[in-house]
């Protein structure tokens, strides 16, 4: 049983930085696959960014050249840090992990971007 616990969510002005962070505990072995995905009001989830242990990585369209996911290494916390925020980016953000088979959600992690 793997337990995912974002943190760094919060109200920052449009233009501004926040760096949300996503740490994992149960798992005894690495997590090979690791990725945000965000929830707006209204809408569907959606994937915002992943990593593999490869440092592959892909974004959505919408933050490519804004948003960076990253982690040391597959045994560490993951990492997004999101820059030049638009009120668009206001959403849930939860962090999810495919381990052994099994897909993990956290609880989400708020952010607020105002105008």
């Known amino acids: 049983q793997v337990t995912l616990v974002e943190s760094g969510g919060g109200l920052v002005q449009a233009g501004g930085s926040l760096r949300l962070s996503c740490a994992a505990s149960g798992n005894k072995f690495p997590i090979n696959t690791m990725a945000w995905y965000r929830q707006a009001p209204g809408t569907q989830r959606e994937l915002v960014a992943v990593i593999a242990s490869s440092g592959y990585t892909k974004y959505a369209d919408s933050v490519k050249g804004r948003f960076t996911i990253s982690r040391v290494n597959a045994m560490n916390p993951v990492y997004l840090q999101m820059n030049s925020l638009k009120p668009e980016d206001t959403a849930v953000y939860y962090c999810?992990?495919?381990?052994?088979?099994?897909?993990?959600w956290g609880k989400g992690t708020l952010v607020t971007v105002s105008l």
């Open positions: 999810n992990a495919v381990y052994v088979g099994k897909e993990y």
